[in-house]
Every structure is written in C-alpha cells, then in structure tokens.
C-alpha cells in the first residue's frame, strides 16, 4: 500500500495496515510529516520500486483530482482511493483527468479527533466505524474489492452509496454541525462578564469540535458548498421562526406568547424527534412523558425480540416496566418523550407488535366503561 499524505486519517491507516503486515510505502508534501508517521511505524519514507495494491490519497478534497492524476501517470499502484469528506467533487476530478478513472474509488472513513498531524494518529481510530465507499459509474469491481480490503484492514464497516448521496448526508451530519459548533465558539468571544466559569458540559459538547484546522474546513465546506448551503437555508427558517416567537415570550401580555410558545416547544420536539433517529441514541424523558404499552407473548424470548426491536427506536430496556396483561401475555410499558410515543407506537405496530399509547387506553376505557387500569384487546 502507499499513503499520499500522512496527517492525522492516513497515518491512522498506514498504523492500521501495518499491524495487520502490509508493507506501506508514505509520502507527504511535507517530508517531515512523512518522516515523523516512519518514526512512528506506519511504514516506510520512500516511494515503492514496483506498483502497489493500492494508494489511499489522504489529501483535502481540492487536492485529490490533481494528486489523483499525478499517481496515476506514475503507475504508482493498481487500484486508487481517498478519504476526503466530500466525494462529487473528486469524482468528478478522476472522470475528468485521471488516465484511469475505473481504477478510483471514492472513500470516506467516519471517523477522526480534533486533533491533526500524524502524532494524533491511531491504528484502532476506524474500528467499527462506518467507511463510505463511492463508486462512479466507470468504478472496475477490482479497484472496488481492493477498497472493501482496506476497509476490512482497518477493522471499520463498508457503506456503499452514491457520491452526491454521500454529500448531501454529511452536509447534515457533519459539515453543518461543524459550522454550528464554530459559530456557537466565535460567541464565546463576546459574552458577558464570567462566562469561562459557567462553562459547563453542555457548552464542552456543543463546542467541542470548533477546534479543527480552519484551513482544511474552508477546503471541506468551499467542495460542498452546495449542500451546507441547502442546510443552512433550512436552519435559518427555523431560526426565523424562533426569533419572534422569544420576542413573543420576553414581553409579559405579548397577544403572541401562547403562538411563541407552541412554536417554541414544536421546534424543541422536532430535535427529539431528529436524536431518535439516530441509532443507539437514547432520547431525554421528562415529567409526564407518556408511556407506550406493548403486550408480549408469556413465552421465551419474546420479551428479548421486543427488546431489540424498541433498540432500533433509541428506547432502552430500562424505560421499561413489566405487568401481567392475561395469563398467557405480559404488558410492557415504555417510558417514551412525547414527540418519540407516535412514532415509536407505529414502527412498532408495522413490525407485527400490539402497540399503544398509555394516554389512548385510557382515553378507550372512559369511552367504553371499561376501567382505565384494565387490559384492552389491541390492534396489530
């Protein structure tokens, strides 16, 4: 293998190859930073006297095309990948320039610390992290397998989707976030008086990757501009909702205040709503919330498949309360955020499972007579 570039990601990579006996060949613009990942042992300063398997370009997005081209004309391997955050971009590149675009795959490891250089690096830094792979319509299934190696190699997980799929998705995971965090910090800068000593964890978590190299993020969100900008505009309408509806809020007897309010809460729900969706994220209960009761089969391992299923929702085992519905069934109640109940009601009714809302029985029960504390017959 030969690494272009040995920051923090391709020397994590190189560190990665070696452990499991590749030979990696490095090579930086700046042959200190090469020399420094050698001393490290991620391989070996010097360019390769035949052609290798594979050359991971781990240059920022912008450079890649050209550095691309460049590797290519020397026959420096067999197949070629990169680890840039934005993928159209060099696609495009290698279409354009690359004397053998079916020898390119795009790549995307999801992973990386506020850190830069390769004394940040870290063999296990993939290690089940997601690894996307973009191949363009000229991608050879050799170049592909070799990529899926390197995936393999660094003990991360292949995710095989479309270039502009791919930037559109980080625009929101990713590039936006790093925007918000950047902007959140800059506010730092002209708080009031104390503001360092009530900076609590919230604040540490909000900001936390404000801190990476500004140079390289201009590269990043200036390739996919495009996408952030999509995003943002999607931001500032909430945020023009919610300016006015503080307004509302800050004037006692404001004829706004109850419309503030209900905007207010509707945006705080959606971003409950948002954090469910993201798996193995357990979304915030408060007070009041309701609960969502599902009845369960009194056999074994049914209560574990409901278990796993209520997983994929963010909603942990430990929400949960177990009763006797009948005698050959059992009622489990979850404790669930108001925005997350529907949802969660109906992913699970669509999985076969009889699902309802706490608040729905009882409501049935004053309609029906029946005691609200009593089991009902659910739909499935």
């Not at 991620?42 to 095309?65: E, F, M, W, Y």
């Not at 997983?311 to 009948?326: F, H, K, M, Q, S």
Request: charged share 20%.
């Amino acid at each position: 293998m030969a690494v272009i570039g040995t920051g923090l990601i391709g020397t994590s990579i190189a560190l990665a190859a070696r452990r499991r006996g590749v030979t990696v060949f490095l090579a930086d613009r700046d042959p200190v930073a090469a020399r420094t990942a050698a001393a490290l042992g991620a391989g070996l300063a010097r360019a390769p006297a035949a052609p290798v398997d594979l050359a991971v370009i781990a240059v920022p997005p912008s450079q890649v095309g050209g550095v691309l081209a460049e590797a290519q004309t020397s026959r420096l391997a067999l197949g070629y990948t990169d680890v840039a955050s934005v993928k159209a971009g060099p696609e495009r590149a290698a279409l354009s320039r690359a004397p053998d675009p079916e020898r390119y795959i795009g790549g995307h490891p999801l992973a990386g610390r506020e850190r830069s250089g390769p004394l940040a690096a870290r063999a296990e830094l993939f290690q089940g992290r997601n690894w996307a792979l973009t191949p363009s319509r000229v991608t050879s299934p050799a170049t592909l397998d070799r990529a899926l190696c390197l995936v393999e190699l660094c003990d991360a997980v292949p995710v095989v989707m479309p270039s502009q799929e791919h930037d559109a998705a980080v625009a929101v995971t990713s590039h936006v976030p790093h925007l918000v965090a950047s902007l959140m910090a800059a506010r730092l800068r002209d708080g009031p008086a104390g503001t360092s000593l009530l900076a609590g964890q919230g604040l540490r978590d909000v900001t936390r990757i404000a801190g990476g190299d500004s140079r390289l993020w201009g590269d990043i969100l200036q390739s996919n501009a495009p996408a952030v900008a999509d995003v943002l505009r999607d931001l500032h309408a909430d945020l023009s909702r919610l300016v006015p509806a503080l307004d509302a809020l800050a004037r006692p007897g404001h004829r706004d205040r109850e419309l503030g309010m209900r905007t207010l809460v509707d945006l705080l729900d959606r971003g409950i709503l948002g954090l469910a969706g993201i798996p193995g994220t357990r979304p915030p209960t408060t007070p009041g919330d309701p609960r969502v009761r599902v009845r369960v089969a009194d056999r074994p391992g049914e209560l574990a498949r409901l278990v796993a299923a209520t997983a994929g929702l963010g909603v942990a085992a430990e929400d949960a309360d177990v009763g006797a519905a009948a005698a050959d069934s059992l009622a489990v109640r979850f404790t669930v955020p108001q925005a997350v109940a529907d949802r969660m009601v109906a992913e699970l009714r669509k999985g076969g499972w009889s699902a309802v809302r706490e608040d729905a029985v009882r409501h049935t029960g004053e309609q029906s007579g029946r005691d609200e504390g009593e089991d009902v017959a659910l739909p499935v």
